[in-house]
């Protein structure tokens, strides 16, 4: 019998597989334990560190192709097969695959999204890559969106936890009112929602589709670090703010973040420093470039209202990736609807 054949009867649990563990979790902490199949790949974090460790920037022209075969590290993924250009490392339609790979990711977390489950830890290191067998036998690759240990309902105020240099403005206020200032009055006045996982995307993803991570760049002493929220008497006391008329931080906040002014940075400027940490002000003719600009500049947004959709953006990323598909299926001597002998959706 052959490998496949046991897998090809059973129907993928994802995401059933997560929300039930999110479930026992939530109903008895610490009590409950869950088997599931084992994802394969690597995770996205991986992917970038790969990317960093090859030298791709320096090494890859605009059109993806590689200009040295010497000079490659062995810290490379090699998610790609045989192709004309010699490199083992990254195939001639990588951008295509990283564009999809990010479409997938988004595709994912609107899952969530419909059953108003707020991830709160959207971050390259829990967005896997799954190489499995199909129902058909054959081998395909997905993406996964796991780690549901800080997820909470779309409108819960409590802090959950998160990463730092992905957790949205909102996530930051809560953070502080719930965990610091011990106040959960003044953190029902915070503005948060389903939102702000589109934050942690457009950073994540972004970070993905130009290889680079914001905090290698931004973190201290070096850089401002991570998106913080001083409140009021930190504020003061670092002479950020002098008006001494306002005692306590909820008096004055609740609504939009502009609401909140006592940020150790505020965020747009933040944004502008993580966005020139990323390379983003370079122009670039590759589409990983593009896309990762139009994700940043329309995902991570400091006011939640104002920040695209899941859905729009994952349309978006789709016509990237369609763009990416066709240039390499023009130029390639022959280019069929596998990807390296994976079988991976177009859309």
């Not at 649990?13 to 994802?39: F, Q």
């Not at 929602?193 to 457009?202: E, M, R, Y």
Request: aromatic fraction near 12%; include cysteine; charged fraction near 25%.
């Amino acid at each position: 019998m052959p490998e496949w054949a046991v897998v090809e009867k059973l129907e993928d649990a994802w995401p059933c597989a997560e929300l039930y563990g999110y479930h026992l979790d939530r109903r008895a902490p610490g009590k409950s334990v869950l088997l599931t199949r084992k994802l394969s790949g690597p995770d996205l974090f991986d992917v970038i560190r790969a990317e960093h460790n090859h030298n791709w920037h320096f090494h890859h022209s605009a059109d993806a192709r590689c200009r040295t075969v010497y000079s490659h590290r062995g810290g490379g993924v090699n998610t790609g097969g045989e192709w004309q250009g010699g490199c083992v490392y990254y195939p001639a339609n990588y951008e295509f695959q990283k564009l999809r790979w990010c479409a997938l990711a988004l595709h994912r977390l609107h899952q969530y999204a419909v059953l108003s489950i707020r991830h709160n830890d959207v971050k390259p290191d829990n967005i896997v890559l799954d190489f499995h067998y199909n129902r058909q036998g054959h081998k395909a690759l997905d993406v996964k969106l796991i780690d549901l240990g800080t997820a909470s309902m779309y409108n819960a105020k409590d802090f959950t936890g998160g990463t730092s240099w992905y957790e949205s403005p909102e996530q930051k206020l809560l953070e502080y009112f719930m965990k610091k200032k011990k106040n959960p009055e003044a953190a029902r006045r915070v503005d948060i929602g389903l939102s702000s996982d589109i934050w942690g995307a457009g950073i994540s993803l972004t970070e993905v589709l130009v290889g680079r991570r914001v905090v290698d760049s931004l973190k201290c002493p070096a850089g401002p670090g991570s998106l913080d929220y001083l409140g009021y008497d930190a504020a003061r006391a670092q002479g950020r703010s002098s008006d001494s008329s306002v005692g306590a931080d909820y008096f004055d906040c609740g609504g939009e973040i502009s609401c909140y002014p006592y940020w150790a940075m505020d965020p747009a400027e933040w944004l502008m420093y993580a966005r020139r940490a990323l390379g983003l002000e370079k122009d670039s003719k590759q589409l990983c470039h593009e896309a990762a600009k139009w994700l940043f500049d329309h995902l991570a947004r400091p006011e939640p209202s104002t920040r695209a959709s899941l859905l729009t953006a994952l349309d978006r990323t789709e016509r990237f990736a369609e763009e990416a598909y066709q240039r390499y299926r023009y130029t390639a001597t022959s280019f069929q609807h596998k990807i390296d002998g994976y079988e991976m959706p177009r859309n």
